[in-house]
Every structure is written in C-alpha cells, then in structure tokens.
C-alpha cells in the first residue's frame, strides 16, 4: 500500500511539473512584446537639447566612456508592439540625422529616409535558463543627404547639390528584457556626427 500511494504522489508531481511547462510555455506563446528602438546622434557641435531618457543613463554613460563625442542628442524613439516570434517591418521619412554645416549634410527642408526590420522577435531561455529577449535579422538603414557645392550659377552662386548616401547594419542581437542594449555606431557624412542605434523589449500579456 505504502508503494502504491508513493506511486500515485510521484504521479501527481509528474503531472502537475507538465501542466507548469505547458501553462508556461502557452504564456509565452501568447506574449506581446513592446519594442523601443532609439536613435541617438553623436556629435561635436551645441545641441539644444542634449537631455535623453532617464531610462538611457546606462547607455549615455558607455558612450562617453567610449566614444569622443562631445553631445548627444536623441533624433527618435520608435515604439512598437510585436506577437513573440513575430517580424517588424518600419519606414519612414524624418528630418536629417546629422547636424547642419555648410559642408556636411543638407538642411532641414531635406528629409531623411530610413528603414527597421526584424525578421523574428522571440522569447528565449540563454545556458543559465534566464528568459531573454533575441531579435533575429535585425536591420536599420537610412538613406542620408550630403550636400556639396554644385555647378556654378547663371548669376555667378554656386548652386548646392544633395546627394542621398546608404547606410545600415544588419546582425542578430539578443537582451535582457527591458534593459537597453547598443547595436552599433554608423556614421553619417563629412559633418562626424554618428548615429548609434539602441534597442530595447520587454514582454507583455496585454
């Protein structure tokens, strides 16, 4: 008798460690994930406003420990909400991404365009079964105006010629959740400014 009951707990134990798994992983399954990626751009010259997000501290500090820039300022915050195991595809048109110079990029009434996919969001145990965020098939690029002094003008002016120049990353990230991350640094025309990409998630049920 004392065999059976011993039998009969182990089973129970079994079976309530199998609902766990399974209540667990159709949580997981059912999961949303905000996602926030930032554009910071790294420059030399006076912002008018060089504040970031507080939830940023970490990375502002990295990159002055890092990189010699002498401000940051933050160009956009992109929010958006993905199914786990979901894809996000992202255009847009903005303002320009470097700062204005009279050699560097083109001025305000020139946008820039930019695009942000990822092939696959998921939720993911790492070796230590911590539960992580990884994005597989991470891209950002941007098509950015540079201008340049152009043919010589009826009047005698030199006429000023933009050119939109390509640049991106592409690679496969993964992260804590809600704990921003840098993706990496591009740079963006004659003016050395940079911009670095900064991701983020974190799961919700809503």
Do not use: H
Request: proline share 6%; aromatic share 6%.
């Amino acid at each position: 008798m004392k065999i059976k009951n011993f039998l009969t707990a182990m089973l129970l134990v079994m079976c309530a460690a199998v609902f766990v798994n399974v209540q667990a992983q159709d949580l997981a399954d059912d999961a949303n994930l905000d996602t926030q990626l930032y554009l910071i751009v790294g420059t030399n010259q006076d912002v008018d406003d060089a504040k970031l997000p507080a939830s940023l501290d970490p990375v502002v500090k990295q990159l002055r420990a890092t990189l010699p820039f002498k401000n940051y300022r933050l160009a956009a915050t992109l929010i958006n909400r993905v199914k786990n195991e979901g894809r996000l595809d992202l255009s847009w048109i903005g303002g320009p991404l470097a700062s204005g110079s009279p050699t560097g990029a083109a001025s305000n009434v020139t946008p820039s365009f930019s695009q942000f996919k990822v092939r696959q969001v998921k939720l993911v145990r790492n070796a230590e079964n911590q539960q992580i965020v990884q994005m597989l098939g991470f891209y950002f690029g941007a098509r950015v105006p540079i201008q340049t002094p152009g043919a010589i003008a009826a009047n005698g002016q030199v006429a000023p010629s933009v050119a939109y120049e390509p640049t991106g990353v592409s690679t496969d990230i993964s992260m804590r959740e809600s704990e921003p991350v840098i993706v990496g640094t591009l740079n963006i025309g004659p003016s050395g400014d940079a911009i670095i990409l900064v991701v983020s998630a974190k799961r919700t049920l809503k």
